[in-house]
């Protein structure tokens, strides 16, 4: 089997090498490393930019799933009296922080660790492997998800803050004519 001149520069351009001796080429789904040393630390190094990706990919679908719960959700909640659509607004609103906040908190984490190491040619391999596997795409959507998850809080928020507003207004409007009433039935007593 002849790989195409294409697929062959594509391949070759995250061809990386420290010394003539050595040289390490990555691909989206393998990596060739020819180092008369054992490479431990660079494999290592890959699998590790393997997981991260993994993991990044995994928060992916999880937001994705937890969106659609949510649009659920809030249909669901939509076709209840106010009274009920409010509580339920708060309990959409709670898990939706709470998983908002746990999956920023670990993408953070994914996000800082791109700074593992000091050694320039490490750095550059580990580089190179999270471009080849499109980390940042995986990051983005990620990152998109999560925006929409937190404006969509933003807007149940706001709801719920007018609907409070609301039956405190009514509750005021009740409050003053009974107050009238009985200002009314003292009068005429």
Aim: net charge negative; hydrophobic share 40%; charged share 25%.
């Amino acid at each position: 089997m002849n790989v195409s001149g294409q697929m062959r520069e594509e391949i070759l351009k995250n061809t990386l090498s420290y010394t003539d001796n050595d040289l390490v080429i990555l691909s989206w789904d393998a990596a060739l490393i020819c180092n008369p040393e054992n490479p431990t630390d660079l494999i290592d190094l890959i699998e590790f930019a393997n997981v991260q990706v993994l993991e990044l990919r995994y928060y992916d679908r999880e937001l994705a799933r937890e969106m659609e719960k949510m649009y659920y959700q809030i249909e669901n909640a939509d076709r209840s009296s106010s009274f009920r659509r409010s509580r339920q607004y708060h309990a959409i609103m709670a898990r939706l922080m709470e998983s908002s906040a746990e999956i920023s908190e670990v993408i953070d984490k994914v996000d800082n660790l791109i700074r593992i190491t000091e050694d320039v040619y490490y750095a550059r391999v580990y580089a190179t492997e999270l471009r080849v596997l499109r980390s940042s795409q995986w990051s983005e959507s990620v990152s998109k998800k999560i925006a929409v998850i937190q404006e969509n809080y933003s807007m149940l928020s706001d709801e719920v803050r007018i609907q409070h507003s609301n039956t405190l207004e009514w509750i005021i409007i009740i409050l003053i004519a009974m107050e009238f009433v009985f200002a009314l039935w003292q009068t005429f007593r």
